[in-house]
């Protein structure tokens, strides 16, 4: 629960006949805005429902079908554009209602929209279309924001001062900027604080170090033949303890966020190419990292980062988790996988199953913004059996491999990009988990001047928190 929120207001939710999916969203409400929500059955209310304040303030909407229990992931999905100028907001949402049953137009002492704000939620909540399979998925299994309903509608997506281009709409948090309109419609004040959630993922934990003499020896003697002066150069250095190793970026992570709760995710798969090319988990070093970043200061954690064949082979998955669990310094309690996998509706049910109760895979591959449409943390949804899970979902907004090679942007353009990006986020209170890799901040050539924007990033996080 969100208690810097906390505001005095009570709404009422009422609906004829109140659905565990539609509790589950009132729940999600409450805990990210801060604000009581009481829920109340009226049975002459069939297929409508009503969220209303003490100050008679009323919003009211036809149910849509996705909120009854045990509904097809088929079911039709009507998308519109909700243009609201008197509050400043123009968001494209699903769940509009076609054909609408009972009442219409104007309610009385307020006002009627023409899509299920619940329903709209249920949707994100249980990433609804990567479920039902309606968006098609890349080489590794993830969906991807080609065939987002708004990729290719004309226009802006608005709220109050911002504005983004339509087909960018995913960059904000958009479930929860209609709710922000909604409740700024009911006089609902909440906190307008960012909430800096910093990650960190060790794939490649050294350049050169770590490795046995012979491997060393072995790649020395490769990069001669192929004239590869300058990295021969460094590794010599480097192990000869000249130069520190580009990737060990551990002391300026750990200085930047000492009062910081900070995330690191390590992975501890068996070396496969072309994926899971980290340094060897039986070894000495990885184990001794883990344990150092654990110590480093309070508040640090130090995470399983599920190997590319765990998410989908259950003997790597409990071969890895047995190994990691051995180490010293390891929370079990919160994984996210190598390149973002695994499909959420089997992947959370691993999961709890598991025992594990966080989940911070949630988040785009190769773009930036919410995949659920959401960017504060809930709780995993089983639309099997129609109840919350024990597994709490964290999703990512930003990844640095997303801006780099899935939308190209230049280190200066990400600073502007991701400043304005985070000013919404912070409209509505939101959260603001980066993912950034030990590599990234390297220099390296394919990370120079990443650095730089790290720390723009976290200069702007805070300011805005």
């Not at 079911?75 to 609408?100: A, N, T």
């Not at 009911?186 to 906190?191: E, P, Q, R």
């Not at 992947?347 to 930036?368: F, K």
Request: glycine content about 8%.
């Amino acid at each position: 629960m969100r208690t810097d929120a906390r505001t005095n207001d009570v709404i009422v939710f009422t609906t004829s006949s109140p659905t565990a999916r539609q509790i589950h969203v009132m729940e999600a409400l409450g805990e990210w805005f801060g604000v009581d929500i009481k829920v109340e059955a009226q049975g002459d209310m069939t297929g409508v429902s009503s969220l209303e304040t003490a100050h008679g303030l009323k919003w009211t909407w036809h149910d849509h079908a996705i909120l009854s229990e045990g509904a097809s992931l088929f079911e039709p999905m009507d998308w519109g554009v909700w243009k609201d100028e008197e509050r400043g907001v123009v968001l494209m949402l699903p769940c509009f209602i076609s054909e609408p049953r009972g009442m219409a137009g104007t309610a009385e002492n307020g006002h009627h929209l023409e899509f299920d704000p619940v329903g709209v939620t249920f949707w994100a909540l249980t990433c609804w279309a990567e479920r039902a399979g309606e968006w098609p998925n890349d080489e590794h299994g993830r969906p991807t924001t080609v065939h987002l309903p708004w990729r290719h509608v004309h226009g802006q997506a608005r709220f109050l001062d911002h504005a983004i281009a339509m087909k960018d709409q995913h960059h904000w948090p958009w479930v929860e900027l209609m709710w922000g309109a909604v409740f700024h419609a009911l006089g609902i004040a909440w906190s307008r604080r960012l909430t800096f959630k910093p990650t960190v993922d060790i794939d490649v934990a050294f350049k050169h170090l770590g490795r046995p003499r012979w491997k060393s020896t072995l790649l020395q003697v490769r990069d001669v033949l192929a004239a590869r002066w300058q990295l021969v150069q460094e590794r010599k250095r480097v192990l000869a303890g000249q130069l520190m190793d580009p990737y060990d970026t551990y002391a300026f992570f750990n200085d930047l966020h000492r009062n910081d709760s900070l995330l690191w995710f390590v992975l501890a798969s068996d070396r496969h190419a072309p994926h899971d090319v980290g340094l060897n988990p039986d070894g000495e070093v990885l184990p001794a990292l883990v344990e150092s970043l654990g110590s480093a200061h309070e508040g640090s954690r130090v995470c399983w980062h599920p190997g590319y064949r765990a998410v989908d082979q259950e003997k790597v998955r409990v071969a890895e988790h047995r190994r990691i669990s051995e180490w010293q310094g390891v929370d079990l309690t919160a994984v996210r996988t190598h390149f973002l996998r695994g499909p959420s509706h089997k992947w959370w049910g691993m999961l709890e199953s598991m025992g594990i109760r966080e989940d911070m895979s949630l988040g785009w591959s190769r773009d930036v913004g919410f995949r659920s449409g959401i960017s504060r943390s809930f709780l995993g949804y089983d639309l099997t059996e129609d109840r919350a899970m024990a597994v709490r979902i964290h999703p990512i907004a930003v990844m640095d491999v997303g801006m780099v090679l899935g939308l190209l942007w230049s280190a200066e353009e990400a600073k502007e990009k991701l400043s304005a990006r985070m000013e919404v986020v912070a409209e509505v209170g939101g959260d603001w988990m980066s993912c950034w890799h030990n590599t990234s901040v390297s220099e390296e050539p394919l990370w120079r001047g990443w650095r730089a924007t790290y720390l723009h990033m976290v200069k702007e996080a805070r300011r805005l928190s």
